[in-house]
T-cell receptor, first 117, second 110 residues
């Protein structure tokens, strides 16, 4: 159990376009989802936390108008990178925390590798 | 804010040697998790420690959580080439999201 999927797994786009990444909890309800980005050979950096039905909380330095997060249901959160530029190229990973999980276990998706040309 | 420091950054070992990575938090943690990420892959959950002084074993891997719940370690006995990857610790205080350490990249020379 506790499987999280992400789609797409890889995306290549031109500079200036927008890219949407989906994160789904397949067999549990995720009240909270987290979005991380990881640059090559670096650690995971938390971008934002989203709770179902409410606005996402962004970490310091993350532009909320550039990285739009929607958590419309208990099984789906989306991250849209608007007007992507080459410096946005990165590995984006989501994780989900289940309803009633008091230990705060986060289950990670397989990640989406974004390349902006 | 909460910081999680992890050392060493890199470790190269001969196959069969032991390996240890250490994690220290600036704040007392509710729990700590360990992940392994293979090159090109995504982090895979290994274990979660919750209790002060807790020790858990998974085959050749031994995980410890300090008495003060501010530090943790992962020890691998007799490393194998399949152990190659980056090991991350991630800690949580209260209801905050996980904060990841920078990871320790393990290379194993056959």
């Amino acid at each position: 159990g506790a499987v999280v999927s992400q789609h797409p797994s890889r995306v290549i786009c031109k500079s200036g376009t927008s890219v949407k990444i989906e994160c789904r909890s397949l067999d549990f309800q995720a009240t909270t989802m987290f979005w991380y980005r990881q640059f090559p050979k670096q650690s995971l950096m938390l971008m934002a936390t989203s709770n179902e039905g409410s606005k996402a909380t962004y970490e310091q330095g993350v532009e909320k108008d550039k990285f739009l997060i929607n958590h419309a249901s208990l099984t789906l959160s989306t991250l849209t990178v608007t007007s992507a530029h080459p410096e946005d190229s990165s590995f984006y990973i989501c994780s989900a925390r289940g309803q009633g999980d008091t230990l705060g276990t986060q289950y990670f998706g397989p990640g989406t590798r974004l390349t902006v040309l | 804010g909460q910081q999680v420091m992890q050392i060493p950054q890199y470790q190269h070992v001969q196959e069969g040697e032991d390996f240890t990575t250490y994690c220290n938090s600036s704040t007392t943690l509710s729990n700590i998790q360990w992940y392994k990420q293979r090159p090109g892959g995504h982090p895979v959950f290994l274990i979660q420690l919750v209790k002060s002084g807790e020790v858990k074993k998974q085959k050749r891997l031994t995980f410890q959580f300090g008495e003060a719940k501010k530090n943790s370690s992962l020890h691998i006995t007799a490393t194998q080439t399949t152990d190659v990857g980056t090991y991350f610790c991630a800690g949580r205080s209260g209801n905050t999201p996980l904060v990841f350490g920078k990871g320790t990249r393990l290379s194993v020379i056959a």
